[in-house]
């Protein structure tokens, strides 16, 4: 993806590849250890670039997570520092858990299973970040996005502001059930000029992508590559 990325014109100093270890660890872990010190870095070294070119430096990233990252990466913007994103851009993500890692060892496996857990016991992260039917939260705090009316909005901020997208396949063999993936109160402007692959909005900031494309594979993938970047460009 970074590739593609640098195709389209993005300097090498802008881009950074977060990679999670063990894939299989704590969500809530790897934001504070991984996601949190990349973004302070990323925003650094292209701050002294900005202002070496006489620019003003920028105060935000956007982040692209796939699978369980996008648990993790979710719960920096909700509990760690939602003033640093611009937009979050979930592929193929577990936002609400999934069933397929029942049985799987690993901390964050656990926190994944079962799919849609209704109480602290079964995911405590799952609840934090998606409330349950006796606790109603924000899934996407400080989005531009319209949330269900029985949800209590985290409204946006002048100084935090947070696009949220998903985009996925269904079925998913990763993500059982691919509803996992949708997000309450995605989206908030409109995306013009699709890829002409079939792919459709099936609900605000919410993507279903043609099936014909395994889970590992969609972030390779040049016509998903080419959705993410208008999704990250399109208010420029």
């Keep these: 993806m970074i590739a593609a990325f640098r195709e389209r014109g993005y300097a090498a100093h802008q881009l950074h590849a977060v990679r999670l270890t063990p894939a299989d660890g704590a969500n809530a872990r790897a934001a504070e250890r991984f996601i949190q010190p990349a973004v302070r870095e990323l925003l650094s070294v292209v701050g002294r670039r900005a202002e070496a070119a006489g620019c003003r430096p920028p105060r935000k990233v956007d982040i692209?997570?796939?699978?369980?990252?996008?648990?993790?990466?979710?719960?920096?913007?909700?509990?760690?520092?939602?003033?640093?994103v611009r937009n979050w851009v979930g592929?193929?993500?577990?936002?609400?858990?999934?069933?397929?890692?029942?049985?799987?060892?690993?901390?964050?496996?656990?926190?994944?299973?079962?799919a849609f857990a209704s109480t602290s016991a079964q995911s405590a992260?799952?609840?934090?970040l998606n409330g349950s039917t006796d606790n109603r939260v924000d899934e996407?705090?400080?989005?531009?996005?319209?949330?269900?009316?029985?949800?209590?909005?985290?409204?946006p901020t002048d100084a935090a502001g947070v696009y949220y997208w998903t985009i996925r396949i269904d079925p998913d063999e990763w993500i059982?059930?691919?509803?996992?993936?949708?997000l309450d109160g995605a989206g908030g402007r409109t995306i013009h000029g699709l890829p002409a692959?079939?792919?459709?909005?099936?609900?605000?900031g919410n993507f279903l992508w043609p099936t014909g494309v395994a889970h590992d594979d969609l972030p390779r993938h040049p016509q998903?590559?080419?959705?993410?970047?208008?999704?990250?460009?399109t208010d420029r």
């Design 91 to 114: 592929i193929a993500p577990a936002n609400h858990g999934t069933d397929a890692l029942c049985g799987h060892a690993g901390d964050g496996n656990r926190e994944m299973c079962p």
């Design 224 to 233: 998903l590559i080419e959705l993410v970047i208008r999704l990250l460009e």
């Design 125 to 128: 992260i799952q609840v934090t």
């Design 140 to 155: 996407t705090p400080y989005g531009f996005g319209r949330d269900s009316t029985d949800r209590p909005p985290v409204a």
């Design 197 to 204: 692959t079939g792919v459709r909005e099936s609900s605000p």
């Design 176 to 182: 059982r059930p691919a509803s996992s993936a949708l």
């Design 64 to 84: 692209v997570s796939h699978s369980m990252g996008a648990v993790s990466s979710r719960w920096y913007i909700a509990r760690i520092d939602a003033t640093t």
